[in-house]
């Protein structure tokens, strides 16, 4: 089992930045796919960055490209999401996802493990 949690979130004005951490223990993640989504109020949960287990690949929601940058620290066994040049539409929890299946996951249900999430709220 992967136990991930998140941190990092919070209230900033647009514009702003955060670093989002997402901290795994239970057994190395090194050899997982990594991803974050999020969930604003009242809206469906939606993908917003992923990485494939050696960092070699990083795919991003076309919202979030460019202002998003996913990293990962398998020695520390924990994954990264920069958030720069935030805007009010990216206000929503932020969760943290692994997969031990496939590298490339871009789909909620190829996740096998999630954390609580980390809220941002975002004001204009």
């Known amino acids: 089992q992967v136990q991930l949690v998140e941190s990092g979130g919070g209230l900033v004005q647009a514009g702003g930045s955060l670093r989002l951490s997402c901290a795994a223990s239970g057994r190395s993640i090194s050899r997982y796919g990594m991803g974050w989504f999020r969930q604003a109020p009242g809206k469906e949960r939606e993908f917003v960055a992923s990485i494939s287990w050696n960092a070699g690949r990083t795919y991003y929601a076309d919202s979030v490209k460019g202002r998003f940058t996913i990293s990962r620290d398998n020695a520390k066994n924990t994954v990264y999401l920069q958030l720069n040049s935030l805007k009010p539409e990216d206000t929503a929890v932020y969760y943290c996802?692994?997969?031990?299946?496939?590298?490339?996951?871009?789909?909620?249900?190829?996740?096998?493990?999630w954390g609580q999430g980390t809220p941002v709220t975002v004001s204009s």
């Open positions: 996802a692994a997969t031990p299946t496939y590298d490339r996951a871009t789909y909620y249900y190829e996740y096998d493990y």
